[in-house]
């Protein structure tokens, strides 16, 4: 392994590797069918320990530094910087982008055990600091957004169904009104 490696060839070794990893889990991620990405499944569930999104805010206090990272935008990508919409076609696909960034990062982070296994523990250690530090982060936000993304998501549907019940009512009333004439 890299382990009798010199310092620089095991370094770069770590970071090519580290590099082609990243990059094999961004592409099954652009190829897996999308419902790979469903916000029912169990990865994606809240835990009770989230206390549905309010960890993130209570405690790490995400919503003062996550407009801080960057996003990546593929050509054609769909940007979770902000909402272009508010239909519940779009803010189920937004939902669905979340869990597959949340899903991109996580497998980028298990990066770390293979770091641990090729290399002796005082180069893994930093490496895999670095790794998380560089992933981890990116995945709280997915699940602090989708989370939010999701009580609003349930907030406009309830809204278009109290919006079509008074719609049912005013023609109902307007047709009793015009069999009355």
């Not at 949340?102 to 290399?119: G, K, Q, T």
Request: charged content about 25%; aromatic content about 12%; proline content about 3%.
């Amino acid at each position: 392994m890299l382990r009798d490696q010199p310092f620089i060839n095991a370094l770069l070794i770590n970071i090519l590797l580290g590099a082609l990893w990243h990059y094999l889990t961004f592409i099954i991620c652009i190829t897996v069918d999308t419902s790979f990405f469903d916000a029912g499944k169990k990865m994606y569930l809240p835990r009770k320990w989230e206390r549905n999104g309010k960890f993130y805010s209570d405690v790490l206090r995400i919503n003062k530094w996550k407009d801080f990272l960057p996003q990546h935008i593929g050509k054609d990508g769909f940007s979770k910087d902000h909402l272009d919409d508010t239909s519940v076609p779009y803010l189920d696909e937004f939902i669905m982008e979340t869990c597959r960034a949340e899903w991109n990062h996580s497998a980028n982070c298990l990066y770390a055990v293979a770091l641990f296994i090729i290399n002796n523990f005082l180069m893994a250690l930093p490496l895999t600091m670095l790794l998380l530090l560089v992933n981890l982060p990116f995945a709280l936000i997915q699940r602090y957004n989708r989370f939010r993304l999701q009580r609003f998501r349930a907030a406009m549907i309830k809204k278009a169904e109290r919006a079509a019940r008074r719609a049912e009512k005013r023609i109902t009333e307007q047709s009793e009104t015009d069999n009355d004439l």
